[in-house]
């Protein structure tokens, strides 16, 4: 199995994610992982599993104007025109037979709603992916960092995903 991840990191946390859910994955698969500014603008041929993540900004998947407010609270300065929203609404349509799963990152409050993993599913789901439950993992804060426990499970996530 060939699995590809995409993510969208602004102050890390994301990435130390996606990094741990290809520790899993990479038991069963062969993995190629990718922030969003430089994953392929398509799917390329032969990749089973398109694993895609990214933070929670506004009950959602970040827009330019959350990644610019990101910046000013401290995150990597970036180009702040490409997170995973765009990066799937470039995709084209029925462009993959890949399996489509989503992650997030969230701060750690309960019942806060809105999910960026979940708003990515759908749009995965309307460009014809096969989607999986999407999964968020816990920040402890804005900025983080990860909640003790999530990378252990974030790669047990990634062993599931590669059973799948």
Do not use: C
């Not at 827009?63 to 610019?68: L, V």
């Not at 349509?93 to 990515?120: H, N, Q, V, W, Y």
């Not at 992916?129 to 999407?134: D, G, I, S």
Request: hydrophobic fraction near 45%.
């Amino acid at each position: 199995m060939t699995a590809l991840i995409v993510y969208e990191s602004m102050f890390g946390n994301t990435h130390q994610i996606a990094e741990a859910i290809a520790v899993g994955l990479r038991e069963q698969a062969e993995v190629e992982i990718f922030d969003v500014a430089l994953a392929p603008a398509v799917i390329p041929h032969g990749v089973d599993l398109v694993v895609l993540g990214g933070p929670t900004h506004a009950f959602s998947m970040s827009r330019e104007g959350t990644r610019g407010d990101a910046v000013r609270r401290g995150a990597d300065d970036q180009d702040l025109r490409t997170g995973i929203r765009e990066w799937l609404d470039g995709l084209p349509p029925k462009g993959s037979e890949a399996r489509f799963a989503a992650f997030d990152t969230r701060e750690d409050i309960p019942l806060l709603p809105g999910s960026a993993a979940k708003s990515a599913t759908k749009v995965a789901r309307h460009l014809g992916f096969r989607v999986a439950e999407p999964e968020s993992f816990l920040v402890g804060g804005y900025e983080g960092p990860v909640i003790a426990g999530e990378l252990e499970r974030a790669t047990e996530w990634g062993r599931r995903l590669a059973e799948a």
